[in-house]
C-alpha cells in the first residue's frame, strides 16, 4: 500500500492565509467602507480636537473601526462562509480546525493595522495631530488588544446565531447601539451616569487604553485598570464564542 505524505502545517497555514487574503482582497470594497467610517468621523471632528483633545479624537476614530471590523467584518464573513459550507469542506481536509480559524484570525489583524494607520494619517493630515514615536507604538498594541475584544465578540455572535443574515442583523444593531451609545456617553450627551457607565463599556475601556497610549505619561492607574477590564471583556467574548461555535449552520 502506498504510503500518503501530508502537508505540513507551515505548508496548509501559508495557503490558508493565501486563500483568505485573496478572498478578503476580493471583497475590498466592504473592507473600504469599514475603513472610511472612523476616518469621516476624524474629519468631522476637527472642531472638536482643541476642547477633548487629539488622544481622546483618535481613541474614538479607532474604537468605531475596530467595533466595524469585529462585527461588521468578522462575524458576517465567518457565518456566510458556513453557510456555504466553506468550513465543512474544510474539516474534511488535512487541515487542523485551528489552523483555519488562526488564518482569519491574521487577515483580521491585517485589517486592524491598516485601519489604524488610516486613523494616524488621516489624524496628523487632516487634524494635525502628531504623536510621538513611542505613542504610535503604544497606539498599535492597544488597538491589536481593543481588536481581541471585538474579534471575541464577533466570534459570540456568530457562535450563538446560526442564520447568516440573523447574525448580519445582530451584528449591525450591536454596532449601531456600541457607537451611538459609546460615542455620545463619553462626550457627556446621555448624562453624567450613563457616561459613567460608558468608561467601563467594551467601547470605553478600548477608548480609554487607546487615549492613553496617544498622551506621553498618560497611563495611570486607571489605565491600567481600563486595560484589565478590555482583557477581561476579551477573554469572557472568546470562551463564549469558541464553545458555542458550530462549523456548520443546522440545527
Known amino acids: 500500500m502506498n504510503s500518503v505524505t501530508l502537508p505540513s502545517n507551515q505548508v496548509v497555514l501559508r495557503s490558508l492565509l493565501r486563500a483568505d487574503f485573496t478572498t478578503q482582497w476580493r471583497n475590498r470594497k466592504s473592507f473600504i467602507l469599514i475603513l472610511i467610517v472612523p476616518v469621516i468621523i476624524l474629519i468631522s471632528w476637527k472642531g472638536l480636537v482643541d476642547k477633548f483633545g487629539g488622544a481622546f479624537i483618535l481613541g474614538n476614530c479607532i474604537t468605531v473601526g475596530l467595533t466595524a471590523i469585529g462585527l461588521m467584518g468578522y462575524s458576517n464573513s465567518i ?117 459613567d457607565l460608558v468608561k467601563w463599556s467594551p467601547y470605553g475601556s478600548v477608548n480609554r487604553i487607546l487615549a492613553s497610549s496617544f498622551k506621553p505619561g498618560g497611563w495611570d492607574q486607571t489605565s491600567f485598570l481600563a486595560l484589565g477590564v478590555t482583557v477581561g471583556y476579551a477573554l469572557i467574548f472568546s470562551a463564549l464564542g469558541i464553545r458555542w461555535f458550530r462549523w456548520n449552520a443546522s440545527k
Open 79 to 195: 457565518a456566510r462562509d458556513r453557510e456555504k459550507g466553506i468550513f465543512q469542506r474544510l474539516r474534511v481536509s488535512p487541515v487542523a480546525p485551528g489552523s483555519i480559524m488562526v488564518s482569519r484570525l491574521c487577515v483580521q489583524m491585517a485589517m486592524i493595522l491598516l485601519m489604524t494607520t488610516a486613523v494616524f494619517f488621516g489624524g496628523y493630515y487632516f487634524d494635525g495631530i502628531t504623536l510621538s514615536a513611542t505613542s504610535y507604538f503604544l497606539g498599535y498594541l492597544s488597538a491589536f488588544v481593543g481588536g481581541w475584544l471585538y474579534l471575541g465578540l464577533g466570534q459570540m455572535v456568530v457562535g450563538l446565531i446560526r442564520n447568516a443574515e440573523t447574525v448580519h442583523s445582530t451584528s449591525r444593531l450591536i454596532y449601531f447601539v456600541f457607537i451611538m451609545v459609546g460615542m455620545f456617553g463619553e462626550l457627556g450627551v446621555l448624562g453624567k451616569q450613563i457616561g
